[in-house]
């Protein structure tokens, strides 16, 4: 059974940076759509960034372009997201996620969920 499970969240001031890790257990992501979405309560869901695995695009929400970077190794079946100048409206619980049926990028439709991590942004 697939599990994902998210580190690296944290609080950071203005201008700082964190790097996400959403490692996998129990199936490989080499081969599947990956992303990454956000919750802040109250509000709907936003997807960030995600890969598809058709054709390597990346794809990333207007508000973090030039800011936030996805990735994926292969090797240790761990998925990334490197957010670098964060701002106050960054802060938010981060999930990643993918999709055993081959859906979930570049429309965020994503089956398989982590538990998400706090990422807060102030000074």
């Known amino acids: 059974q697939l599990q994902l499970v998210e580190s690296g969240g944290g609080l950071v001031q203005p201008g700082g940076s964190l790097r996400l890790s959403c490692a996998a257990s129990?199936?490989?992501?080499?081969?599947?759509?990956i992303g990454w979405i956000r919750q802040v309560p109250g509000k709907e869901r936003e997807g960030v960034s995600c890969?598809?695995?058709?054709?390597?695009?990346?794809y990333y929400a207007e508000s973090v372009k030039g800011r936030f970077t996805i990735s994926r190794d292969n090797a240790k079946n761990t998925m990334y997201l490197q957010m670098n100048s964060l701002k106050p409206e960054d802060t938010a619980v981060y999930y990643c996620?993918?999709?055993?049926?081959?859906?979930?990028?570049?429309?965020?439709?994503?089956?398989?969920w982590g538990q998400g991590t706090q990422v807060t942004v102030s000074s």
């Open positions: 890969i598809s695995s058709s054709d390597g695009m990346t």
């Open positions: 996620a993918t999709d055993l049926e081959g859906y979930g990028c570049p429309d965020y439709s994503f089956g398989s």
């Open positions: 129990g199936s490989t992501l080499e081969n599947l759509h």
